[in-house]
């Protein structure tokens, strides 16, 4: 047996060492989450992150797709930690920027300071946009385990851009902004992701109920909902594809999209095959192809595939009986003798089939079927005329309970199915934090 005094002396070496690795462990969080609430009136899905020196909750539409997180500079943006990003720093660079601001001639305030980086903030449900500096401040976000809400964290220099005023018109009521969680290297969880070394990772859970609350989780799973729901086991895996001709509403010359492109192959409906030009899911000079969205509120398809897509369904619905239309959809049925089930009103089962056929994300009545009236249902999917900038692209309504994972590092989406299935939900993420 050894009982040296340097052996006691390691130990207590050994002893302070490991104290210190747990201290530095439990400080840097493995993994964020935000809340994500559904605007009844606009269908928009916002979300609050505390921001600024003091602290202030900002309110923000999220934009999957889009670039950067953008914020109404104008109106009372007071904060002693608010950095002008310069033109020739490395981040100005990565982002894309084409432009230097260099004519601002009222004092330095946020938003008007020379040489400083200049980006084009864009809102894309009025389809305004402008010029505005990039910047950084501190944001507190709270961090989590992947189980349960944990402590709120800082994140010191968080890279946003300068909005004004007018350009939050069609916003959610009191949204000063929008956060881009777009593939860029300006976004959310990629700064999210530098900030504390965890993977450039993130997963969004939308609630279909405005009044409890979705979310999203940046850096790694697991992904646990009530009751001890693990979903990141069943995920199922396609390409992420990149769209070299941007999609946003304004962008410099030569940068590709920041949407989520994926690579869907085929639609069925109950197993049939709808017949889709196949040129329309390829991407030729930015045009075509499929994405997600959390702009639009329902899947818009460009007209061939949607009159396609809408026959087969139909042709499957015989036993259903369709009642007149209801805006802004062209389908609906009665729900008179339609069954329900667990994952909602029984109608046709759709399959989008990605890149292999063993890969498809089916969609059930819960996120196919919109009720309008208290006994009628909608085909929940719109059309979006002949020529379409992006031929298919995937709504938040047929986000809602399921949770897609976008792994920027792997390049690559993950989806599950319904979660109702797993007799669970969006809203059933535990926010209350035991510490
Ligand atoms: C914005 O543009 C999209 C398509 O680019 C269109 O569907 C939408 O109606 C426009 N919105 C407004 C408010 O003009
Ligand atoms: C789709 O794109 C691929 C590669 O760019 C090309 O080989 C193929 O012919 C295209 N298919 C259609 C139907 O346009
Ligand atoms: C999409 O998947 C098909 C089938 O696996 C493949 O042939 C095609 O190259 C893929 N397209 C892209 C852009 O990856
Ligand atoms: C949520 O988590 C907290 C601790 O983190 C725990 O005390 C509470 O019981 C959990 N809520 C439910 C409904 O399980």
């Known amino acids: 047996m050894v009982t040296s005094s340097s052996f006691i002396l390691c130990s207590l070496l050994l002893c302070l060492v490991s104290s210190q690795v747990l201290a530095t462990s439990s400080s840097q969080p493995k993994a964020l989450v935000i809340p994500v609430t559904k605007d009844s009136s606009t269908l928009q899905y916002t979300t609050q992150i505390k921001q600024r020196t003091p602290l202030v909750p900002i309110k923000l539409t999220i934009d999957v797709g889009g670039i950067f997180q953008w914020v109404d500079c ?91 005023a007018w350009m939050l018109e069609g916003l959610s009521a009191g949204a000063l902004g929008i956060a881009g969680l777009g593939r860029s290297e300006v976004s959310l969880p990629v700064q999210f992701a530098s900030a504390f070394n965890i993977p450039k990772k993130f997963a969004i ?26 979903v990141s086991k069943s995920l199922m895996y396609t390409p992420l594809i990149l769209n070299p001709g941007s999609t946003a509403g304004s962008y410099f010359e030569g940068n590709p999209s920041t949407d989520y492109f994926i690579n869907l192959t085929s639609i069925k409906i109950n197993g049939k095959a709808v017949p889709l030009n196949p040129t329309f899911l390829n991407i030729t000079d930015g045009n075509g192809g499929t994405k997600i969205s959390t702009v639009n509120p329902y899947t818009v398809m460009e007209t061939s595939i949607f009159e396609a897509f809408t026959k087969v369904f139909r042709q499957e619905a015989k036993s259903l009986t369709e009642v007149s239309s209801v805006k802004p959809f062209k389908y609906c049925f009665s729900t008179n003798n339609t069954p329900y ?12 089939v990605m890149h292999s056929s063993s890969v498809y994300w089916r969609i059930f009545g819960a996120n196919s079927m919109v009720q309008v009236k208290e006994d009628v249902i909608c085909l929940g999917f719109v059309d979006g005329g002949s020529n379409p900038r992006t031929s298919i692209v995937i709504g938040g309504y047929q986000l809602e309970d399921n949770l897609v994972q976008i792994d920027l590092e792997k390049a690559r989406l993950g989806f599950c199915s319904s979660l109702l299935f797993k007799q669970t939900t969006c809203s059933n993420f535990n926010f209350t934090s035991s510490a």
């Open 341 to 352: 089930t667990r994952v909602g009103p029984a109608v046709p089962i759709i399959d989008l």
């Open 205 to 230: 859970c939308l609630s279909s109920s405005s009044s409890s609350n979705g979310v999203i989780f940046f850096g790694d799973s697991p992904y646990e909902f009530l009751p001890n729901v693990e």
């Open 74 to 164: 104008e109106s009372g943006y007071v904060s002693s930690s608010y950095r002008p990003v310069s033109c020739d720093s490395q981040i100005c660079m990565a982002s894309g920027s084409g432009a230097c601001v260099t004519e601002c001639y009222s004092p330095p305030r946020p938003g008007c300071n020379n040489n400083a980086c200049s980006h084009l903030p864009n809102n894309p449900f009025s389809n305004s946009s402008g010029g505005g500096e990039m910047a950084y401040d501190t944001a507190v976000i709270q961090s989590t385990d992947g189980k349960t809400g944990s402590k709120a964290v800082a994140v010191p220099r968080v890279v946003f851009t300068c909005g004004s």
